[in-house]
């Protein structure tokens, strides 16, 4: 199965930086992989033609009078076929719930938008051995109330919060193991017989070699080196 590589740009880079980014995906070669990137909101149509885009949130509303909200329907309307959700800078900064994040799953499902779910479990958590709890809670909030269909179309990323902008990543037998968690849990409890788990969290040109050994990876999520024209093309051309 070709991998996803799925570049979360955050908010390093301005119009100068996305133009050279586009004209690097227009080049690269994008034969059996699935690159997508996800700019800020005002970037978004910068990739139309050389890459799919996703959002990186959001709203909980569907129209009306909520300053600086995008909702699901704008998004689709502009043809963005992905948005990330969960991730735990907005759960951190926002003080973004499992509750909230459930209605914006829903929101983007209705409106044909692939919804990108990250979870993850914070430093002191993993040293108190509670990753597969943490994971299982934010699933079970997550992915309430949702058809087997529904939960089918979701890409998860799993992002270990210590691992995220610090150089650090769990092992590859641990990445390993929260990947075939992932699966096994949501494939049994939700009924499906596929689920898409991506790795995130430090993800470089100078570790993909290592973690693309691990099958059970379906892909990337990366952030600062997505921001990084050299780094994110040497990550894309190691996807064979
Ligand atoms: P880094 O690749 O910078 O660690 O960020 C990962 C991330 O948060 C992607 O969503």
Not at 189 to 215: A, F, M, P, Q, R
């Amino acid at each position: 199965m070709s991998k996803i590589v799925i570049g979360n740009q955050k908010m390093y880079m301005n119009k100068e930086d996305v133009e050279a980014f586009s004209d690097m995906l227009k080049n690269i070669d994008k034969t059996n992989k699935e690159v997508i990137v996800c700019p800020t909101f005002p970037f978004l149509e910068y990739y139309n033609g050389i890459v799919p885009v996703g959002a990186q949130d959001v709203s909980i509303n569907d129209n009306g009078a909520y300053t600086s909200q995008v909702s699901a329907s704008q998004l689709k309307s502009l043809n963005v076929p992905y948005c990330i959700i969960g991730h735990s800078e907005r759960r951190e900064y926002n003080h973004e719930t499992d509750e909230e994040i459930n209605i914006k799953v829903k929101k983007l499902l209705e409106n044909d938008i692939t919804p990108i779910l990250c979870i993850g479990e914070k430093l002191e958590e993993r040293q108190n051995k509670l990753t597969e709890t943490v994971i299982k809670n934010e699933l079970i909030g997550d992915l309430k109330d949702l058809s087997p269909a529904s939960v089918e179309k979701i890409i998860i990323a799993y992002e270990p919060i210590w691992a995220i902008g610090t150089g650090l990543t769990p092992t590859l037998e641990e990445i390993d193991e929260s990947m075939k968690f992932i699966k096994e849990y949501v494939t049994t409890t939700y009924n499906v017989s596929k689920v898409t788990v991506l790795y995130g969290g430090s993800v470089s040109d100078k570790n993909i070699d290592e973690l693309n050994t691990v099958e059970s990876i379906d892909g990337y999520l990366i952030g600062g080196a997505s921001a990084k024209k050299d780094a994110f093309a040497y990550i894309i051309n190691s996807q064979k």
